[in-house]
């Protein structure tokens, strides 16, 4: 009576995939073991349209969404979601602007109902803005004190230095006071569209009867005036090894961030360097980083490195939380572990535990309604084709050593690594 | 939701529960044992959290890299918590690896080294831990707040433990602690998933009845006396941001009034999401959210209770808004309070309260991971009834409840007042090293 694993796993046989004239793209796959439904995905809006001096204009825009629309005040708004114990979020990103939402499978056509009004009638009334304008400028002064969160902002900046992404999402306290009511408006307006846009539905719903409401919703949505996908610039090196400090008085931890421009999800780089960021800080208690700097250095309680490849190519880099008398003795060690990553070939084995545990939890990411839904909109955005998650295995199993190590190796240069340094 | 559950009890007196899911190809396995932070005194706080560090630091047969990389190696998930009244550690595996889930922990329960090296390269990673939840502003409240609720009980200091005792414990306190507590009478072991449970009971059995049972180590808790009066204090930090925190003394799990709570606290605050692995919702209707967020004195609140063996905390915590300040803050939840203790809520609004935590609930039983959890969770504080009759229970609940809660418990005499006061409005500067 036990389970295979590839039955499990999402493929072209039960994922149900319509796109519809209006360029928005369905994805529905049933889930009847809990009452439960989940909706996830994206509309093409994000901060690369924002103009610099109003930076943080599209993430404002997907926060003011639910704050109220043409039909609904932001109290019947929440009386309806809430009382059916139900959510809905917007989260404004770099390329697009993500939603998800969750419910009793019984409460599906409301949510979906109060997710196309969100998208496409917002009012944006006054004193809504002026509360959630202090909600996000009292979140960026917790952010200015927040000494993970400057040193991965600040890492941004130099490892981006003159591309857009260098730019913080939820911008700044002076940009963010820039925006009117009008910006929103007009953002909303002219960038906010059915083309490119993505929607999952997961959970106890038949697919045929998820995908009519969502056309019911959302089928004759149309904007003329939606702009095309917003190219960037290529990325490159910074000009010089940079080493960057924002100084937080009066904290007890300091934070570090190391590293490199990364692949995109696209790129045939992504899973070697996804399986090689694995053994250089992720696997067991965080790799190789956290052998050497947690388990027999004992300087901090969490140190690993992350890959962050999107749509574009994002950061990929070693993150740490340490004593402020010992940030150099932890920038040291940091740094000859990346040395001898991208100089030497990952062993046999390591590269075998990666890909053994790349494979074996795969169906653990896929427990939850939201951990499919997610894994669908991904397929999406990412091109990665139905079947992608069948395929995995194989893929997976399919990367050597050398690749590993070529590809670390045009990534993580090792004297054009940027560190930034958040504490006291 | 009765089905398919089985609990026993091994001669060594290990309690086991399992239970059949057979929606994915998942198990996941818990190790709880019966000790945290209540099991402390001065001097040794954070003993049980340290220990739970040490028992990923390897035994004879599984040393300490070998134990890191075979569950990864799996696919499988692993972590451990360390809490008020509970240490649990727990697995979650493809279904056919689950085998090295139980052999290990097995093990640990019986083998775990401490090694005196490890064990200080571990003390300083543990500082790291607390330096880093004392970079946040609201763990220093937290912890003051805590400690003025709790004069007498055990439930008075942190989970990580005071720094002076981190840094003068020893290993045989630590090895010491690990040998009492770490026995099968004193601990549960929980799995969910897609087994069948005469063949996972034979091999626990094989794996576990022949450990020896231990002596069934004694809880010493001293009770807190009743709160004489109200407590009020001030935290100084660095930031722009003012916090304030009410912490009521509120009752333990088993207590009859413990889901009218849960119901008030719904009201106040928004629904409690008691679910580990599942996000909860928002609380934009809950009415401190209108009368502070939609009145522009807090940019946020948000509050909860915490199921435990003895009296915790119910605790509300606001974000204050830039404009406003903390006796605003203070004397407008003290109205809505006031409300609710001078007229019960209508009955919609309870049903709603009831209808949300239903929801929450089927959010929850998505993740095996957390159905497990469940299974042993309920068992630390009262029995696995608990959770399976959770909802028959708020439901019900009565408007008339609500109220009495409100009596009962919201009063000012009952609780801690805490305010994170912000020292500057400096900020911060950026400077640039050569490499």
Known sequence: MSIKSNQSLPGADDITRVVLANGLTILARPNFNSPSVVISGSVSAGSLSDPDQKLGLADFTADALLRGTTHRSFQEIYDALESAGASLGFDGGTHTTGFSGKALAEDLDLLLALLAEALRQPAFPTDQIERLRARLLTGLAIRAQDTGEMAALTFDQIIYSGHPYSRPEDGYPETVQAITQEDLAAFHRSIYGPRGMVIAVVGAVEPGQAVDTVIQELGDWSNPEQPGIVQVPPTGYPQEPLTRKVDIPGKYQTDLCVGAVGPQRRSPDYLPAALGNNILGVFGMMGRVGEVVREKAGLAYYAFSSLAAGIGPGPWSVAAGVDPTNVEKALDLIRSEVARFVSEPVSVEELADSQANFIGRLPLSLESNSGVAGALVNLERFDLGLDYYRQYPDLVRAVTREQVLETAGRYLVEDRLGAAIAGP | ?435
């Open chain 2, 1 to 435: 939701m009765q089905t398919n559950l089985t609990r026993t009890t091994l001669s060594n007196g290990l309690l086991v529960l399992l239970k059949e899911i057979h929606n994915a190809p998942i198990i996941s396995a818990w190790m709880w044992y019966r000790v945290g932070s209540r099991d402390e005194r001065a001097g040794i706080t954070g003993i049980s959290h340290w220990t739970e560090h040490m028992q990923f630091k390897g035994t004879p047969r599984f040393p300490a890299e070998v134990l890191d990389k075979a569950v990864a190696r799996e696919g499988g998930y692993r972590n451990a918590l360390t809490f008020l009244d509970w240490t649990t550690y727990f697995e979650t595996m493809p279904a056919d690896k689950i085998d090295l889930a139980l052999d290990l922990e097995a093990d640990r329960m019986h083998n775990s080294l401490f090694a005196p090296g490890e064990v200080e390269s571990e003390r300083t990673v543990i500082i790291s831990e607390r330096q880093g939840s004392e970079n946040e502003p609201l763990f220093l409240l937290g912890e003051e707040v805590q400690a003025a609720a709790f004069r007498v009980h055990s439930y008075h200091h942190e989970v990580i433990g005071d720094l002076a005792d981190l840094q003068a414990m020893q290993r045989d306190d630590l090895y010491n602690h690990y040998r009492t507590y770490y026995t099968p009478s004193n601990a549960i072991l929980a799995v969910a998933g897609d087994f069948k449970t005469e063949v996972m009971l034979a091999r626990i059995r094989q794996l576990y009845e022949g450990l020896p049972p231990g002596d069934l180590p004694a809880h010493k808790v001293r009770p807190e006396p009743v709160q004489p009066g109200e407590r009020r204090l001030a935290v100084e930090g660095p930031g722009e941001t003012t916090y304030v925190q009410l912490a009521y003394r509120a009752p333990a799990a088993t207590h009859p009034d413990f889901y009218a709570y849960l119901v008030t606290d719904s009201l106040l605050t928004g629904p409690s999401n008691l679910n580990l692995f599942s996000s909860g919702i928002s609380n934009k209707t809950s009415r401190l959210y209108q009368a502070l967020v939609e009145k522009e004195l807090a940019v946020g609140v948000f509050g909860g209770l915490t199921a435990t063996i003895d009296p915790f905390l119910h605790s509300i915590v606001a974000t204050v808004h830039p404009s406003s300040n903390a006796e605003l803050v203070v004397e407008a939840i003290d109205a809505e309070i006031k409300r609710l203790q001078d007229a019960p809520p209508p009955a919609s609004e309870v049903a709603r309260a009831v209808k949300q935590a239903r929801a929450l609930f089927a959010y929850g039983s998505e993740s095996i991971t957390n159905q497990a959890f469940w299974l042993g969770y309920a068992e630390i504080f009262a029995d696995y009834d608990w959770f399976l009759t959770y909802l028959d229970h708020l439901a019900e609940v009565t408007p008339q409840d609500v109220q009495h809660i409100a009596q009962t418990y919201l009063r000012p005499q009952n609780r801690v007042l805490g305010i994170y006061l912000p020292t500057d409005q400096n900020t911060s500067q950026t400077t640039e090293e050569p490499a």
